[in-house]
């Protein structure tokens, strides 16, 4: 059975540093690219940070500069480090494949910034 499970998250002021861990339940070796996801209130998940297999990584426009991603295929896991959040960084934040697989989603995990 294939399951994400995100851990790390929960609240920070703003220039506070949460980590997230993606941890996956089979070996990412194969998967070409991981990454973050995030739905803040009342809006459409997007999202935030790719990173491929050979480490390279991509990030929106909103968290460049400020967040890192990261993979450990030896850990079959997955990593966001967020660095001087925003209230704007509220939200939900998810690990899944990229492309996609809406059978993926794990439960997401909370993060709240106050200013």
């Known amino acids: 059975q294939v399951e994400l499970v995100e851990s790390g998250g929960g609240l920070g002021q703003a220039g506070g540093v949460p980590r997230h861990s993606c941890a996956a339940s089979?070996?990412?070796?194969?998967?070409?690219?991981m990454a973050w996801y995030r739905q803040a209130p009342g809006k459409k998940r997007e999202s935030v940070a790719i990173?491929?297999?050979?480490?390279?990584?991509n990030y929106a426009v909103s968290v460049k500069g400020r967040f890192t991603i990261s993979r450990d295929n030896a850990k079959n896991s997955v990593y966001l480090q967020m660095n001087n959040l925003k209230p704007e960084d509220t939200g939900v934040y998810y690990c899944n494949v990229e492309p996609v697989r809406g059978d993926y989603w794990g439960q997401g995990t909370q993060v709240t910034v106050s200013s």
């Open positions: 990173v491929n297999r050979r480490g390279s990584t």
């Open positions: 089979w070996s990412i070796n194969s998967v070409n690219a």
